[in-house]
């Protein structure tokens, strides 16, 4: 029953994340590990690698290796060793000359370290002898691997029976780059399976590759795997995945409730469960008073933790916040770090409300555990969300959420119905400000009355575990490779 598997990411909480992909890389490896499959993790060793409790010594036979991405020569070794609170090892990839650099990503010569990240995992796999039934790769970074399998690597019969997939998270981000680095990919014969379109226009797209040549494309949930199909939220690569039928398909995330479940969150001083949430409600007045915030018995708290880019549908909030906060009874926690625009909007915003609003710019693992709990309600306007975790967390939380109808927000947020009571968050639909401001409306006007304590009991019974969610990969896996 147990497969091989070559899982390669550019992140992996908590050792290197900026966002979703970081948490459910390592919440799926682990939960594949818990079910006996064979797990090869590969991860660059970034300088900002957090490395708390991390001890990764060379592995003795994988030292001084060589890797050549056209005329780039570069070394590297290979560092093992396994996160604190995991039983899944890593294999990191040390090649000082492209990740001993500051920030996990931003630079000039990017689809060179996502090369080499890919391919030192095929060239590893075949030190160690390891023949993998399947090759998992993520985003646009490692999306070259499917076409590697069928090209450079296609001669070993160490890969003869292993079949690809790749696991779209995003795909507003492409890592696309200028044709002069086609030799960089090193295909030489097999330069022809490129997208000779792409190529005369001048550029090469990593995650059409992934999505030209994978055996099997999944994304992070079933109602964005059918809207990147559509050319509004298929980024230009919707013709490529309707072309790919079948083989496309959405599996939605799950939640590590080892990390995010708030009967023993480690990151919060409260515990509490849906039948006691006095926990709750004393890490609210705690933030309130850490944060310096002055807020009444009856104030709406909204939280945020996101990364501040167009995608998480700020521009509402910045339409419609204002105007909210100077009518109703309400406050705002925020916490996140992106473009200069939407920064400069919460920072404006805490200094025009600061009994009501405070805003974080940065990354804080605590705090962002602390706003999950605190918060009476969750934002997440987003524009496109391919699945988006903090609407699960906040549901474990207590925590309403608030959100646009995409996604995986679709897919996971139940809309209350105050006649039944049945549901457990407030959804609406049209990407417009006047659409937001109504479902906020009815946050406040829902707020202290028995529906809200309805909302919270419902969002609280709702399970995603990765036992679920996880299964669904290994149907998948199994589809591809028949039984192990
Ligand atoms: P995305 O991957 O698009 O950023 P997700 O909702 O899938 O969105 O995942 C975001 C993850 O990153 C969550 O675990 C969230 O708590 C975390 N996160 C985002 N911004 C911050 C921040 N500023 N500080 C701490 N954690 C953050
Ligand atoms: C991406 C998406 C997010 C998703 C995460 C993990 O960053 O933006 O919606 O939850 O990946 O799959």
């Known amino acids: ?84 609170r995991s039983q899944q090892a890593v294999h990191f990839i040390d090649c000082p000359a492209l990740f001993d650099r500051a920030g996990l990503y931003g630079h000039a010569d990017e689809h060179r370290r996502f090369l080499l990240l890919t391919r030192a995992a095929f060239e590893v796999a075949q030190r160690m002898a390891f023949a993998p039934h399947i090759l998992h790769c993520n985003d646009w970074h490692t999306a070259f691997a499917p076409l590697y399998l069928r090209t450079l690597y296609a001669w070993d019969r160490l890969f003869a029976a292993t079949r690809s997939v790749l696991t779209i998270h995003n795909i507003g981000y492409q890592g696309a780059f200028w044709s002069d680095g086609v030799a960089d990919l090193s295909l030489g014969d097999a330069q022809w399976m490129l997208h000779q379109d792409e190529l005369r226009d001048g550029r090469i797209n990593p995650m059409v590759h992934g999505i030209l040549y994978a055996d099997l494309i999944n994304t992070v949930s079933p109602t964005y795997a059918q809207e990147i199909r559509t050319p509004e939220y298929g980024a230009g690569l919707d013709p490529y995945l309707r072309e790919r039928g079948a083989a496309v398909c959405g599996i939605l995330n799950g939640v590590d409730y080892q990390e995010w479940d708030p009967q023993h969150d480690r990151h919060l001083d409260q515990s509490y469960s849906a039948k006691d949430l006095s926990g709750k409600t004393r890490l609210k007045q705690q933030l ?35 105007e909210v906060l100077s009518q109703s009874d309400c406050g705002l926690v925020a916490l996140g770090s992106g473009d200069a625009r939407y920064e400069k909007f919460f920072t404006q915003l805490a200094a025009d409300y600061p009994q009501r609003v405070h805003f974080t710019r940065g990354y804080s693992e605590r705090l962002a555990h602390w706003i999950e709990a605190a918060a009476d309600a969750f934002l997440m306007p987003s524009q496109y969300e391919p699945c988006g975790l903090n609407q699960l967390y906040s549901l474990r939380y207590g925590t309403v959420p608030l959100v646009r109808r995409t996604g995986g927000l679709a897919d996971s947020v139940t809309p209350y119905n105050p006649a039944t009571g049945q549901g457990d968050g407030l959804l609406f639909e049209r990407y417009t400000p006047s659409a937001l401001r109504a479902v906020l409306d009815e946050a406040l006007a829902l707020y202290g009355t028995p529906h809200w304590g309805r909302m919270i009991q419902n969002g609280m019974a ?22 192990a």
């Open 1 to 84: 029953m147990p497969y091989r598997i070559l899982f390669i990411t550019a992140e992996y909480a908590p050792l290197a994340k900026t966002g979703g992909l970081g948490d459910v890389s390592a919440a799926l490896c682990q939960y594949l590990h818990a079910q006996g499959h064979d797990v090869r993790v590969f991860l660059p060793w970034y300088r900002d690698l957090n490395r708390a409790a991390l001890t990764a010594p060379p592995v003795v036979l994988l030292e001084g290796l060589v890797l050549e991405l056209g005329t780039y020569r570069y070394e590297y070794r290979v560092l093992v060793g396994t996160p604190s």
């Open 462 to 483: 709702r399970d995603y575990a990765w036992e679920t969610q996880g299964r669904l990969y290994v149907d998948a896996y199994r589809a591809l490779v028949g039984p």
């Open 288 to 322: 309130a008073s850490e944060l310096s915030l002055s807020l009444g018995r009856g104030t709406l708290l909204f939280g945020i933790v996101s990364r501040l880019v167009s995608q998480k549908g700020i521009e509402l909030l910045e339409a419609v916040l204002p």
